[in-house]
């Protein structure tokens, strides 16, 4: 019988002194406070948390595993369909997904799915070395995988446990995609998670390639025509930012959330003795958008000194991101200006940011997503003085490597065509991730990558 | 890492570089650039190829001291690597897609201004290997700071200008061209400018009235140079571009050079801290 106490509170950094680091905000279960919390998990016969995982995580199982105290079984198990839980523990929107529609959130708090499989997966991590390395027998045949984001390294992996010799093609001088660019420091800490699940995989014997530009250094075809390549796997994510096209937007001071998260994340902006890369934030900085990037550049400002506002045109219902992250960014002091869409943005007679003009908006009726849409309220127009804006309205697939494959087929907003298993019009050539779905989530894309790794496998054996 | 197997100095603050990357010389066409990086903690630069090799495998750059990291890219020798080199990026040149009888029937104008002589060899070098003859006008401040003057000979029409008139002609490019347009009657159908901001947007002033067509390259602040961040953003006939994926290249009379201008002061005070702090350790530790 399930353990009726109350959810086991994670521990966190007090927010107003982490509002001034990077250091990671939750501190994460200990193996005592994980036991306790996995007690209260009532083992649904028709688990209908696996249902709303997007990978269908066996999570009733992985936490009875926690219950019986065998960390390893718990992570064999989450490993059975996830190849990076500590990554999605800590970034998935488990609130819309397994935690939403655990049984136990009808009347109460639903159990810490997400929290508790972050803890096996860092358990997992630094007790990898114990796992004895099974010889993989090579079968053979080369893939190659442009992009070392979630989606790529997922596909690795499975690829090369299936015995590929497998190539990983990175643009940028860092692996990990957008867990390295995009999400910050304190979210996903780079060097204890992301680059040990990276290690993981290397462990496999990926190799991976960066300075590569697939597109530019080298093309699709290349790699299928000349480089002998059996397959290859795009996972070369979204990273194209939108802009809003108001006026003023190219004064100084404004600027794209990735080109902002680039700088601190990537480029390590926000630690300058070990850093030749700058940023600016000024005294005061508005970001506009109400999605995770929105929330990670607002709460980055903010740790580099700056004032932070979000600025979104929708209501607090309707913001995109994570309810932790929101949460967090208010107790972090962020201002929330809901309801609120720009028109303009002011500049100094020397053409740098000196305010953002908005609108004040009320939601009709709901639109196509769903969502109930916003109208401009006339009249209501007013100045917030910043000097940076930061553009967080998402992204769209870079045109580098559709435009430069022949053959292979993109839709109207700039998305790879595949179907569910990954297969593109391009024989030989598979997508999944961001670039075929446009920016979503890493569980997604992980899991894209997991499946088209199958139909690689498929593929390969069907021309033997 | 990308290993450094040739350096020279062409000038005051100015080397040339070849670096031994293999991938980026197989792919490399007139027009497009790289990202260097020169070590951890690095800035990613871009830099505009100024010559590549398939055969040798090397590509080569030349770069100026003009902040912290060119200093740090140019402080490195023969045999030092650097972190990263990637590329080729943005589009070639557009006369690379040309066919080639339409080509010989081209007649252009290359202006180079400084060390934007470098990424203008590797076209003029180009059109000289399918059949083009151009005219190139190599522009500086004075002789000793002129560059590329006996290999452009090798593959153009070299036309000398200098300020202080200590060869060539005296005065700036935009008077040597007038005297080539006005004075000598040389008929062109495309003038190609590659130099500092200001003197691109001076040479489309020359050149718009005579309606000739003029391609500028642009350097642009960037982080990621493929197409992420949007740091290089400029205003090309009213529509916002990126450089570093819709460009270098642009037709310079629709380009707003002013903001341009603006834009690539946005971290201006930073960069002169930053180089102001390597100077002044540089001096502490005698380097």
Not at chain 1, 431 to 448: E, K, R, S
Not at chain 2, 32 to 55: C, H, K, S
Not at chain 2, 56 to 73: D, E, M
Request: charged share 25%; glycine share 10%; aromatic share 6%.
């Amino acid at each position: 019988m399930a353990n009726k106490i109350p959810r086991v509170p994670v521990r966190e950094q007090d927010p107003v002194v982490r509002a001034t680091n990077f250091e990671e905000v939750c501190y994460g279960y200990s193996w005592e406070e994980a036991s306790l919390e996995a007690t209260r998990c009532l083992n649904c016969k028709n688990p209908r948390c696996v249902a709303a995982c997007p990978v269908n995580i066996h999570i009733p199982d992985f936490i009875k595993c926690i219950v019986e105290g065998d960390l390893r079984a718990a992570a064999d198990t989450i490993h059975l369909d996830s190849s990076l839980p500590s990554i999605c523990g800590r970034v998935c929107p488990q609130e819309s997904q397994c935690e939403g529609s655990c049984v136990l959130g009808i009347k109460g708090e639903p159990v810490a799915i997400g929290k508790l499989e972050r803890f096996v997966g860092d358990w997992a991590l630094e007790h990898s070395a114990e796992v004895e390395s099974v010889a993989i027998e090579p079968n053979g045949h080369r893939v190659a995988v442009v992009g070392s984001g979630p989606a790529g390294l997922a596909c690795a992996s499975d690829l090369a446990k299936l015995g590929y010799k497998v190539d990983v093609f990175e643009a940028l001088h860092k692996l990990g995609g957008v867990l390295s660019y995009g999400i910050p420091e304190f979210r996903l800490p780079k060097d204890r998670v992301v680059a040990r699940e990276i290690a993981e995989v290397k462990k496999l014997g990926v190799r991976f390639e960066t300075d590569v530009i697939v597109g530019r250094t080298l093309t699709i075809d290349s790699l299928l025509d000349e480089e002998g390549y059996d397959a290859v796997f795009v996972g070369s994510g979204a990273g194209l930012p939108r802009f809003m096209g108001i006026e003023g937007e190219n004064l100084n001071g404004v600027l794209s959330a990735n080109e902002f998260l680039t700088r601190v994340n990537l480029m390590g902006a926000w630690n300058p003795e070990k850093s030749d890369t700058p940023v600016y934030v000024g005294r005061k900085v508005v970001v506009v958008g109400g999605g995770n990037v929105a929330m990670d550049a607002v709460r980055t400002a903010k740790r580099l000194g700056a004032e932070a506002v979000i600025v979104y045109r929708r209501g607090e219902a309707e913001l995109p991101a994570r309810k932790e992250e929101v949460h967090h960014a208010k107790e972090e002091g962020i201002e929330f200006r809901m309801l609120t869409n720009p028109t303009r943005i002011l500049g100094t007679d020397d053409g740098w940011v000196r305010g953002i003009n908005c609108v004040e908006m009320e939601l009709g009726e709901p639109d196509a997503s769903g969502r109930r849409s916003p109208q401009e309220k006339p009249g209501s127009d007013f100045v917030i003085d910043c000097d940076v804006v930061i553009m967080a309205l998402g992204t769209s697939p870079n045109p580098l490597i559709s435009s430069t494959t022949s053959g292979l087929n993109i839709n109207r907003r700039g998305c790879i065509e595949a179907d569910e298993m990954g297969v593109t019009s391009r024989e030989g050539v598979f997508a999944g991730g961001d670039a075929v779905t446009g920016a979503a989530t890493v569980i997604l894309a992980m899991g894209a990558g997991r499946k088209a790794a199958k139909a690689i496998d498929e593929y390969v054996k069907s021309k033997r | 890492m990308f290993k450094i197997v040739e350096k020279r100095k062409l000038a005051e603050n100015i080397y040339e570089m070849k670096v031994a990357a293999e991938r980026v010389a197989r792919a490399a066409l007139p027009g497009q650039f790289v990202i260097v990086r020169v070590n951890e903690g690095g800035e990613r630069v871009p830099l505009t190829i100024a010559d590549y090799d398939v055969e040798a495998g090397t590509v080569t750059i030349v770069t100026q001291t003009i902040g912290l990291s060119t200093r740090k890219i140019c402080a490195l020798e023969v045999g030092d690597s650097l972190a990263d080199f990637a590329g080729p990026l943005g589009r070639p040149s557009e006369f690379v897609h040309m066919p080639v009888e339409e080509l010989r029937k081209m007649k252009y104008l290359f202006v180079a201004g400084g060390v934007g002589t470098a990424p203008v060899y590797p076209q003029v070098k180009w059109l000289k290997e399918h059949g083009v003859e151009c005219d190139v006008i190599i522009g500086a401040k004075s002789s000793n700071m002129l560059i590329y003057i006996d290999e452009m000979s090798k593959v153009g029409n070299v036309h000398i200008a200098t300020d202080d008139g200590t060869q060539g002609y005296k005065g700036l490019v935009t008077g040597l061209m007038t005297e080539l347009v006005e004075g000598e009657g040389r008929k062109y159908d495309e003038c190609v400018a590659i130099g500092p901001m200001i003197m691109m947007k001076f040479i489309t002033l020359t050149t718009k009235p005579w309606g000739l067509k003029t391609t500028v390259s642009l350097n642009a602040l960037m982080v990621d140079g493929t197409g992420m961040c949007g740091a290089c953003r400029v205003s090309v006939g009213g529509k916002t571009l990126f450089t570093c994926v819709d460009g270098p290249e642009f037709d310079g009379h629709q380009v707003d050079f002013d903001e341009a201008i603006r834009r690539q002061s946005m971290y201006r005070n930073q960069e002169r801290t930053a180089k102001e702090n390597y100077e002044h350790n540089c001096k502490c530790y005698g380097e």
